[in-house]
T-cell receptor, first 111, second 116 residues
Framework: QKEVEQDPGPLSVPEGAIVSLNCTYS??????FMWYRQYSRKGPELLMY????GNKEDGRFTAQVDKSSKYISLFIRDSQPSDSATYLCAMRMNRDDKIIFGKGTRLHILP | DTEVTQTPKHLVMGMTNKKSLKCEQHMGHRAMYWYKQKAKKPPELMFV???????INESVPSRFSPECPNSSLLNLHLHALQPEDSALYLCASSQTKQVAETYEQYFGPGTRLTVT
């Protein structure tokens, strides 16, 4: 079993829809959870950063962490064509510099 | 300012060439990273520098040689590369656990390297 599992997609949704992106993980030692957005041929851009369980909201983006289920989600409301990108979940253990990335989900928002 | 800059944006080199990739940040971060990313794959960690000292080397071949001349700069020296080394090379930086509660990594735009 891989440490972090993420469906690679592609996921295609119509403009304006709510998008739900998810990752599962196996290592209960992970404490810090991140979502990165990466446009084609660009570097990853940090979208959301959360510690332990709970929700965090920033504009149209909401990150959820459920440590009991080892499951994290990113919701995008009112999706726009400009949201079309690859979304990478990532996580790290407390006091450890190495980030473990998911494979990334390719998202297409259809105008 | 959360900007990490990388030069060059694109690089084509032969297998006998020597070249260097450069990365710069002015966020006061004391940890800097090199990652390699192949198409449709997540970034793979290569090296970590903490306080200008190499702290992690993920068993990277010696044809890749990192250097951290000061707290703002990170170089990756390339020599005798193979075509399979063609990839997007990403630099990132973060605060360190000694000085911050959170230490998100911020990535640069990458250098797209092609080895011919």
């Amino acid at each position: 079993q891989k440490e972090v599992e993420q469906d690679p997609g592609p996921l295609s949704v119509p403009e304006g829809a709510i998008v739900s992106l998810n990752c599962t993980y196996s290592n209960s030692a992970f404490q810090y959870f991140m979502w990165y957005r990466q446009y084609s041929r660009k570097g990853p851009e940090l979208l959301m950063y959360t510690y332990s369980s709970g929700n965090k909201e920033d504009g149209r983006f909401t990150a959820q962490v459920d440590k009991s289920s080892k499951y994290i989600s990113l919701f995008i409301r009112d999706s726009q064509p400009s949201d079309s990108a690859t979304y990478l979940c990532a996580m790290r253990m407390n006091r450890d510099d190495k980030i473990i990335f998911g494979k990334g989900t390719r998202l297409h928002i259809l105008p | 300012d959360t900007e990490v800059t990388q030069t060059p944006k694109h690089l084509v080199m032969g297998m006998t060439n020597k070249k260097s990739l450069k990365c710069e940040q002015h966020m006061g971060h004391r940890a800097m990273y090199w990652y390699k990313q192949k198409a449709k794959k997540p970034p793979e960690l290569m090296f970590v520098y903490s306080y200008e000292k190499l702290s992690i080397n993920e068993s990277v071949p010696s044809r890749f040689s990192p250097e951290c001349p000061n707290s703002s700069l990170l170089n990756l020296h390339l020599h005798a590369l193979q075509p399979e080394d063609s990839a997007l090379y990403l630099c990132a930086s973060s605060q360190t656990k000694q000085v911050a509660e959170t230490y998100e990594q911020y990535f640069g735009p990458g250098t797209r390297l092609t080895v011919t």
